[in-house]
């Protein structure tokens, strides 16, 4: 089925360990993208990257790092786990033509927790 | 930097009624503005969406207007309905740009 998949689902980390969020998408989509949800807070954009081997930095980029080796994944990478950082957060890809459909569809997301 | 204000922040209104969501933008360039309806537990899936040549689009129950010279879009919903109730959220893409800007959202519920 074609679409996001995003892992792990929910994991408890420990403040100070290293963390990857891993997505993959098969739709063959340009642009991916890593939003962080909070509530009243809304969806606040992490990173983004507009084609395999380009990234760039969204609202709240401190804190994470990413890459895109490849079309299909795009892992988003916490060095150092803080508190702050417990959040739902989803992967979402678009097809990234500027006047084209544009539709970002959205993984499952991955619920973080840091201790 | 970009920046996208939704109103209201919750949002009640008895079964039957119309509901209207409003968004305010400020980047100008801004030219693709959807918008997502996320359920309790569920990713945000895209329900309307309206580009900058357009100034209203309808599908069934629900529609978007945009005032580009205001800066800003909503959504309205007729003949609510229990199972609209949920969490609704605007965007703008800028022009140019891959990097969609959301709004804070806005938990409608529906009373039976």
């Known amino acids: 089925i074609a679409g996001i998949t995003q892992a792990p689902t929910s994991q408890i980390l420990a403040a100070g360990r290293r963390m990857t969020l891993r997505c993959t998408q098969d739709?063959?989509?340009?642009?991916m993208y890593w939003y962080r949800q909070d509530l009243g807070l809304g969806l606040r954009l992490i990173h983004y990257?507009?084609?395999?081997?380009?990234?760039g930095k969204g609202e709240v980029p401190d804190g994470y790092s990413v890459s895109r080796a490849n079309t299909d994944d795009f892992p988003l990478t916490l060095a150092s786990a803080v508190p702050s950082q417990t959040s739902v957060y989803f992967c979402?890809?678009?097809?990234?033509?500027?006047?084209?459909?544009?539709?970002?569809?959205f993984g499952a997301g991955s619920r973080l927790t840091v201790l | 930097g970009e920046n996208v204000e939704q109103h209201p922040s919750t949002l009640s209104v008895q079964e039957g009624d119309s509901a209207v969501i409003k968004c305010t933008y400020s980047?100008?360039?801004?030219?693709?503005f959807p918008w997502y309806k996320q359920e309790l537990g569920k990713r945000p899936q895209l329900i309307i969406d309206i580009r900058s040549n357009v100034g209203e689009k309808k599908d069934q129950r629900i529609a978007v207007t945009l005032n580009k010279t205001a800066k800003h879009f909503s959504l309205h919903i007729t003949e609510t309905q229990p199972e609209d109730s949920a969490v609704y959220f605007c965007?703008?893409?800028?022009?140019?740009?891959?990097?969609?800007?959301f709004g804070t959202g806005t938990r409608l519920k529906v009373l039976a």
């Open positions: 965007a703008c893409l800028t022009s140019g740009t891959y990097k969609y800007i």
């Open positions: 739709m063959r989509h340009n642009a």
């Open positions: 990257s507009n084609t395999a081997g380009t990234t």
């Open positions: 980047d100008s360039a801004s030219n693709y």
């Open positions: 979402a890809s678009s097809d990234g033509h500027h006047s084209g459909a544009n539709v970002l569809t």
